[in-house]
């Protein structure tokens, strides 16, 4: 099948968790081989096209920019579509895959023009991510995104909990989306790392306890309740160090509020760290607190789990399908310090209990959420569509 | 951030130094190719050249925007982290 898809994010573009899930699904869909063509943004430093794994990938360079953002999408959208002509003179597409609504305007008018069914994967929400719609950018984008679930043939979500809500709030039939969960490429993490050298990099002495939250800083991932939690778990275990890996643009705020927990000199704040970076410090780690307010899947809990690192983590969404409490990690109320302060006890205070969980983590993983898997239930979505 | 916040303050809403990062981003100086004079910029953006130069100057030193001298005049371009910082805004 020959597979057209448009994402705005793609390695090196990585934002959150759609490049990764772009990039594993491609990967595997050209392993059982499909011909993908991807189009994306341009990034510094990387070309406008190249060949990734066998994926094709053409870069836009947007032109023309405007200070207000949904401006900017429809500008960008406009540059993708160009880019997306210029291909299809030469590829006859079965089939266009749009990943979330920055993409949706050159994919809608690209299933118009090319008369080929259209295949949206929604990896969250506006309502969701803003909690409520508070502004016309945001009444505008959910706009947007039920403009895009309605004109798709059909469409794709990472966990049940992403459909109810879709079919809900766009009011959807049940029988349009199909639920497809994302996965983790389980050889990445295989490599061996040495635990001590990793701590020791980021100061964490013997003995003493490293417990990591992964995630962009946005208010969606909960982490300021995980800085919250930091004074009650660091009145048990004094010695522990908290490192938290990722950007986003409530850095600052995070920043002063752990400034202010009076445990600031144990918070470290790494910024974007690479896939490698992230594999090192998760497998060294005692711990990994994932506190989302708002997680239609949690791919980084997938991540923990195949590192080894027991995961502690918010009882939400898609999140409340790929954790099970107290065999493959550790389910706390969200919006709770106490109760993540509770969580991150169960796994250091019982060091063989937590050992348990991470093997059952490990093995579910082998079971249920491989790239291979959700490019084979994907085609199966492809060919419902095409025929 | 209390507990009834929006996820998500938005651009006229939000600190001048983070309105300014979006700005420079949405209007396109993404790399040195594309980078702008204090003058382009305060043009899209309305700030007051002494204003934009404050914002610049911390901008620079969270490491979000790079600035280089060409032709005489200072130009300011987004990092890869300045990048990734206003995108995760939106993702």
């Known amino acids: ?387 | 951030m209390g507990e009834n916040h929006s996820f998500r303050s938005y651009p006229d809403e939000q600190p001048n130094q983070l309105r300014l990062l979006i700005m420079l981003h949405n209007i396109g100086a993404t790399e040195s190719s594309k980078s702008l004079t204090i003058q382009q910029i305060s043009e899209w953006t309305r700030m007051d050249a002494p204003e934009l130069q404050i914002h610049l100057q911390k901008l620079i030193e969270r490491g979000y925007v790079q600035s280089f001298r060409s032709e005489e005049t200072d130009k300011y371009h987004l990092t890869v982290d300045g990048i990734r910082k206003v995108l995760s805004l939106y993702s």
């Open chain 1, 1 to 387: 099948m020959k597979v057209g898809t448009l994402t705005w994010e793609f390695p090196p573009r990585v934002v959150g968790g759609i490049a990764r899930h772009c990039e594993g699904l491609a990967k595997a869909l050209v392993q059982q081989n499909h011909e993908v063509h991807l189009f994306t943004l341009d990034f510094p430093g990387s070309p406008n096209y190249e060949e990734m794994d066998g994926i094709k990938v053409y870069r836009a360079s947007t032109e023309l920019g405007h200070p207000n953002f949904l401006t900017w999408v429809l500008l960008f959208n406009h540059f993708l579509a160009k880019r997306m002509a210029d291909v299809t003179q030469s590829i006859d597409f079965d089939v266009i895959h749009v990943h979330d609504w920055l993409a949706a305007f050159s994919g809608i008018s690209f299933k118009h023009y090319l008369k080929k069914p259209m295949v949206l994967t929604v990896h969250s929400t506006e309502v969701g991510r803003a909690q409520g719609l508070h502004s016309p950018d945001s009444f505008s984008i959910n706009g947007i995104e039920w403009w895009a679930t309605y004109e798709a043939d059909r469409v794709i979500v990472c966990s049940q909990s992403m459909k109810n809500e879709i079919c809900s709030h766009f009011n959807l039939p049940l029988d349009k989306v199909d639920v497809i969960p994302n996965a983790i490429d389980a050889t990445k993490y295989q490599a061996s790392v040495d635990r001590g050298s990793v701590r020791q990099r980021y100061g964490v002495g013997y003995g003493e306890k490293l417990i990591l939250c992964v995630g962009r800083l946005v208010p969606q991932k909960g982490i300021e309740y995980f800085i919250r939690a930091i004074p009650i778990i660091a009145k048990r275990y004094p010695e522990a160090k908290f490192i938290i890996v990722g950007e986003g643009w409530s850095r600052d705020i995070l920043e002063a509020e752990a400034r202010s927990s009076g445990q600031g000199r144990k918070i470290q704040f790494t910024g974007f760290a690479s896939d490698q970076e992230v594999i090192n410090l998760m497998t060294s780690a005692d711990a990994l607190v994932v506190p989302s307010v708002y997680e239609p899947f949690g791919i980084v809990a997938l991540e923990g789990m195949a590192t080894g690192v027991p995961v502690v983590a918010s009882k939400v969404d898609g999140l409340a399908e790929v954790i099970e409490h107290d065999r493959t990690g550790v389910f706390v109320y969200p919006r709770s310090p106490e109760s993540i302060a509770w969580g991150v006890d169960q796994v250091l205070s019982d060091p063989g209990h937590a050992k348990w969980l991470t093997e059952n983590a490990k093995e579910e993983l082998r079971k249920a959420y491989s790239w291979e898997a959700v490019a084979m239930k994907t085609v199966e979505v492809y060919r419902k569509v095409v025929e």
